[in-house]
């Protein structure tokens, strides 16, 4: 009983596409984006940043959003296209970019940037694969 268990469990895992429809598919893909970009900062800064942080006051003559935060949520958008696009190659475009823009803070705080980055790739990869596996299958 427990090899057909295990037997059905790794035929479901490596089956076709879970959704066919291509309404649903285009769900799918909106969800991750979606789902990608709106927990990936609080992810983020739940990981990397101390417990007792406490977030400064904005400067109401400085930009609107933290340059931070608009580099995470491109690279979000990069991670999701590359894989559901399945060109995972891609993804080195992102280290590749990130480490010319940010050297001197990467410099200044390794733990904070390179920590953030990579939380903030994984978490793109995991919402990311799971919807290609639901579109695509395995």
């Not at 057909?4 to 309404?23: N, Q, T």
């Not at 970019?97 to 390179?114: H, M, T």
């Amino acid at each position: 009983m427990c090899c057909l268990s295990s037997l059905f469990l790794a035929e479901f895992l490596v089956s076709g596409p879970l959704v066919a429809a291509p309404w649903g598919r285009a769900a799918v893909i909106l969800a991750a984006y979606v789902v990608t970009l709106a927990l990936s900062g609080r992810i983020v800064r739940f990981i990397v940043l101390p417990r007792a942080f406490a977030t400064p006051a904005a400067d109401p003559a400085g930009p609107r959003f933290s340059p931070s935060t608009v580099i995470g949520k491109c690279e979000n958008l990069l991670t999701v296209t590359f894989v559901l696009a399945a060109q995972d190659t891609g993804l080195a475009l992102i280290f590749a970019a990130k480490a010319l823009v940010r050297a001197k803070d990467i410099e200044k705080n390794p733990g904070f940037y390179l920590g953030g980055m990579l939380v903030n790739l994984i978490w793109g990869l995991l919402v990311a694969t799971v919807a290609r596996w639901l579109i695509a299958g395995i």
